[in-house]
């Protein structure tokens, strides 16, 4: 165990309105991009016990429920 807190948000969505939002992001940190939401889309995530978030919905709602989950303080372990 790292000792390092992890809150895992997981957004599930229609393929298409995911990668739209994708393209139509800017200056932001992360490294998706269309191309790569269509390779983790071919490939199994398996059991996840991470919180799911309905990404069908609008930008700002998604937002709010992933900061009330990490509000909840629901940390899991992790095993590196």
């Known amino acids: 165990?790292?000792?390092?807190p992890?809150?895992?948000?997981w957004i599930d969505?229609?393929?298409?309105?995911?990668?739209?939002?994708l393209r139509e992001r800017a200056t932001d940190a992360s490294d998706a991009t269309p191309e790569v939401l269509r390779?983790?889309?071919?490939?199994?995530?398996?059991q996840l016990?991470?919180?799911r978030l309905d990404g069908s919905?609008?930008?700002?709602?998604?937002?709010?429920?992933?900061?009330?989950?990490c509000?909840?303080?629901q940390v899991q372990s992790v095993e590196l």
């Open 57 to 69: 919905l609008d930008v700002d709602s998604v937002l709010q429920h992933a900061e009330g989950r």
């Open 1 to 4: 165990h790292a000792g390092v």
């Open 71 to 73: 509000r909840e303080g």
């Open 13 to 21: 969505g229609p393929p298409e309105m995911l990668a739209r939002r």
């Open 39 to 46: 390779l983790q889309l071919r490939s199994e995530a398996g």
């Open 49 to 51: 016990d991470w919180h």
């Open 6 to 9: 992890f809150i895992g948000l």
